[in-house]
């Protein structure tokens, strides 16, 4: 009996011990649940201060940023553990400092680079997106409200701008909200502006074309590699700020507008593919007494010298420019062949650079078209229907430039995570697109339209060059009756052994030499000048 009441006892005891540990295990779970059971002041969590984003930077060939070029320095700030006059002293815009401080809520304030930290204070480095004279700003593009509308900033706007970008400092806070000082912070800062994109421009190019290119009321230059097709420069004018797009809008003059990847009449360096042609149809040998004129079924067509260039052969003809020749000289062509030169030297078709960055495709004749035997007139000698980019012109130029060798413009390499590397790089592209000899003879004749004549303002002092010039009609007038008409110019140096390409448009800039060939010869000049 003694025993059972022992065994009984023992039963109640484990009971009411059980029951105990229950009631202290959902305690506290109630307690790790639901946080009001906590006294205020015991209660914790987190305060995150984000002072500045970082974003990702568009680097030249050589890894030199054209972006995030200049640095600004930021302060994260807890007001209650700060001396307000000591580190207004620091601060850029004093008076909103104070106003931000005395609000006692932790703030951001730009500072300098001095700036001294403490527990309360965290200082942060960061970049300024865009400088105020910004290289290629066409190219770059622009933001709005931290997302790429245009350009580079729009194609690689997920490179540029991923989820990596804060730069910020974590604080514990008690229950009331107060920053505990006393438990440290936790500083993240951002290597985001590292990675990015790395572009085939030459920064130092770049800068030259803008520098001579400035006296250019509207109009578009492009240096390319001879060889690779990679593009050094690439300029558009007017050129515009992105601070100041509501006047960018409203300008006459369309500064928005990127040209380097508009189409324009192309005038008299389409002669260099007539040439080619005529080469190709094994007429090298033509010769032509220009009078000054000429009749294609019933319509004239003068030569840009009134009174002719007298007997010329092709190498005459290219150096002197004359129109009656190459119009003569196509009346036998094969049309088929004829066109088919000019869309493989890239006429008609698109020039891809990256997404949402494509030069036009302009305009390119069909066959039936040049059926017409006025149309034919006009398209040997670049008039007409014809259109063409710069970056047309320009890949027209590499390809005689390096022995018929076509190579596809290219405007990014790749991608870098770290500012150093490039990652993802495609090779170049490259194809023979016309024989070896007919484009060595080319590049003779262009040498020669330099070298060989007086008039010309393409010659170079601290280089030698091959170029051709363009005077292309419009078919508008101004107030006074006369023709507005686009100056072309493109070309290679040095002569003999081509590193660099350069177009050069002048629109509405009347004749090709006294415009373009000037802007020309001064970015090769200094381009060879500078190494």
């Known amino acids: 009996m003694v025993q059972k009441r022992a065994e009984s006892g023992i039963i109640i005891l484990a009971a009411m011990f059980l029951l105990m540990f229950l009631t202290v295990v959902v305690k506290y779970y109630h307690i790790g649940t639901q946080q009001e059971d906590i006294p205020a002041a015991f209660q914790r969590s987190v305060v995150e201060i984000t002072a500045h984003s970082a974003q990702g930077t568009i680097y030249d060939r050589n890894m030199q940023p054209l972006v995030n070029t200049e640095r600004r320095w930021y302060a994260a700030v807890i007001p209650s553990a700060a001396d307000k006059k000591e580190l207004m002293e620091y601060a850029f815009d004093k008076q909103e400092f104070s106003e931000k401080y005395n609000v006692g809520e932790p703030f951001v304030f730009e500072c300098t680079e001095d700036t001294p930290e403490s527990a309360g204070v965290t200082v942060f480095e960061s970049a300024e997106r865009y400088p105020e004279n910004q290289l290629a700003q066409h190219l770059i593009g622009y933001t709005s409200d931290g997302i790429g509308v245009s350009g580079l900033e729009y194609a690689y706007d997920k490179i540029l701008r991923g989820n990596f970008g804060e730069n910020k400092v974590t604080y514990y806070a008690d229950g009331s909200g107060e920053v505990i000082i006393g438990d440290g912070k936790t500083v993240q800062c951002s290597n985001a502006h590292s ?50 797009l509501d006047d960018a809008l409203t300008d006459e003059r369309s500064p928005l507008i990127n040209r380097v990847l508009y189409s324009y009449g192309v005038g008299s360096i389409f002669k260099l593919v007539t040439a080619c042609e005529g080469i190709n149809e094994k007429n090298s040998g033509f010769i032509y007494d220009c009078t000054g004129e000429t009749e294609i079924e019933g319509q004239h067509f003068n030569c840009h010298k009134y009174d002719g260039h007298g007997v010329q052969d092709m190498m005459d003809a290219v150096t002197d420019s004359c129109n009656t020749y190459f119009i003569n000289l196509s009346r036998s062509f094969d049309l088929v062949d004829f ?101 060595q003879k080319l590049k003779l004749m262009m040498i020669s339209a330099v070298s060989n004549n007086e008039q010309s303002n393409a010659k170079t002092m601290n280089t030698t060059a091959g170029a051709k010039t363009s005077t292309a009609q419009t078919g508008r007038y101004d107030e006074n009756g006369n023709e507005y008409c686009h100056g072309w110019i493109t070309g290679f140096f040095p002569a003999y052994k081509p590193k660099y390409v350069l177009t050069v448009l002048v629109e509405d800039g009347g004749f090709g030499n006294d415009t373009a060939a000037p802007v020309f010869r001064s970015i090769a000049d200094e381009i060879m000048e500078k190494g």
Do not use: W
Not at 204 to 232: F, H, M, N, W
Not at 429 to 434: A, R
């Open 339 to 439: 066109r088919n030169l000019a869309s493989s030297l890239g006429f008609g078709k698109e020039n891809h650079l990256c997404y949402g960055i494509e030069g036009a495709a302009g305009v390119l004749p069909t066959v039936d078209e040049l059926e017409v035997p006025a149309e034919l007139a006009n398209f040997s000698f670049g008039q007409g229907k014809l259109t063409a980019t710069p970056l047309q012109i320009t890949q027209l130029s590499c390809t005689i430039a390096n022995d018929g060798k076509m190579p596809v413009l290219r405007l990014v390499k790749g991608i870098t995570l770290d500012g150093i590397t490039v990652e993802n790089e495609k090779p170049c592209q490259i194809s023979q697109v016309i024989k070896k000899e007919t484009a």
């Open 195 to 244: 990675s990015g994109i790395v572009t085939t421009i030459d920064s130092r190019i770049q800068e030259i074309c803008e520098k001579y290119g400035s006296s250019v009321e509207k109009g578009a230059i492009v240096c390319a590699d001879a060889e690779t097709g990679d593009i050094l420069a690439a300029v558009s004018f007017p050129e515009y700020s992105p601070d100041s």
